[in-house]
């Protein structure tokens, strides 16, 4: 009876550190994923996943991390993150569930430019590493010292150092309005997974509203304000979809069919 009554407390203290474990993790969103089935694995709600990591919709990306309880947020509200090779501001944003526009907020950025070694706040209560404000400051002394003087000569100007410019970014794109050609597709077209390529499942959310991009044109995750169609998030891409072309999600396969092909006006809001 003693070895029994032992194994059965021993069994509740497991269960009860391995439901610890569970409340506190941290989710990487995987391909398919929805908020939906992540709140059924952790047993939360959708709603209570959105106010954690401050969504505003129910859209995810692959990679994407997410906390799972308030607590575990709390653990690691100061954290920064080192710049790599390659990265970007809509790429780290994807990584800590967070947007472009409150990484550049929290690092005091006046564009997207970033470069690799550059530390960066990913939560609010973080700060920019010291020798990032220190390189600012260094740059701001060194442009207004003035020139040495040559003997028998007059002082030659400053060299300014023109930083170079990258591709249109999603910041500087917020606004821009454009006329495009527009086809229409729906989820269960022959050979489709119904998940477009940022990872938002199509059959399990048929009321959203998404369009398929070329992301040298449209950069992926934008809003788009689409005419007829309304507010859209550019969450897919196509082989077809090059330049100026959309492709418009539709749920419904002959409304699809029926819209074929047209000239709309579209406008990037963010």
Same mark, same amino acid.
């Given at each position: ?13 497991l269960?009860?550190f ?7 993790a ?5 391909q %398919? !994923? $929805? +908020? /939906?089935?992540?709140?059924?694995? @952790? *047993?939360t709600s959708v709603?209570q996943l959105k =106010?954690? #990591? &401050? ?9 994407q991390q997410?906390?799972i ?9 100061d ?6 090779? %390659? !990265? $970007? +501001? /809509?790429?780290?944003?994807?990584? @800590? *569930? ?6 550049k =907020?929290? #690092? &005091?950025?006046?564009?997207d430019?970033i470069h690799?070694g550059?530390?960066l ?7 920019p590493?010291?020798e990032?404000k220190?390189?600012?400051?260094s ?40 006329t495009v050609t527009?086809?229409a ?5 022959n050979?489709?997974s119904?998940?477009t390529?940022?990872?938002?499942d199509l ?12 992301p ?6 934008s809003?788009?304000y689409?005419e007829?169609y309304g507010t859209?998030?550019?969450g897919?891409?196509?082989?077809a ?7 418009i ?8 069919t029926?819209?074929g092909?047209?000239?709309?006006k579209?406008?990037?809001l963010h």
């Amino acid at each position: 009876m003693r070895r029994k009554i032992f194994a059965l407390i021993a069994g509740v203290a497991l269960v009860g550190f391995f439901s610890g474990k569970v409340s506190a993790a941290t989710h990487v969103v995987q391909q %398919g !994923d $929805s +908020l /939906w089935s992540i709140s059924q694995n @952790y *047993g939360t709600s959708v709603n209570q996943l959105k =106010a954690i #990591n &401050n969504l505003n919709g129910d859209l995810i990306y692959p990679n994407q991390q997410l906390h799972i309880s308030a607590e575990e947020k709390t653990e690691s509200q100061d954290q920064l993150y080192k710049v790599a090779e %390659g !990265d $970007s +501001l /809509w790429k780290i944003g994807n990584k @800590y *569930g967070v947007s472009v526009a409150d990484l550049k =907020a929290w #690092n &005091n950025l006046s564009s997207d430019i970033i470069h690799p070694g550059q530390s960066l706040a990913v939560s609010k209560g973080a700060a920019p590493a010291p020798e990032q404000k220190q390189a600012t400051n260094s740059q701001a002394v060194q442009q207004n010292k003035p020139a040495p003087k040559a003997p028998a000569a007059k002082p030659a100007p400053a060299p300014v150092q023109k930083e170079a410019q990258p591709a249109t970014t999603g910041s500087e794109a917020s606004g821009k309005e454009m006329t495009v050609t527009a086809t229409a597709y729906t989820a269960y077209c022959n050979g489709c997974s119904g998940v477009t390529a940022t990872g938002i499942d199509l059959r399990s959310n048929p009321g959203m509203k998404v369009i398929a991009v070329d992301p040298s044109v449209i950069p992926l995750g934008s809003k788009v304000y689409v005419e007829g169609y309304g507010t859209a998030i550019a969450g897919d891409t196509g082989g077809a979809i090059k330049g100026n072309k959309i492709d418009i999600f539709m749920p419904d396969k002959n409304a699809a069919t029926q819209f074929g092909r047209k000239t709309v006006k579209i406008k990037l809001l963010h």
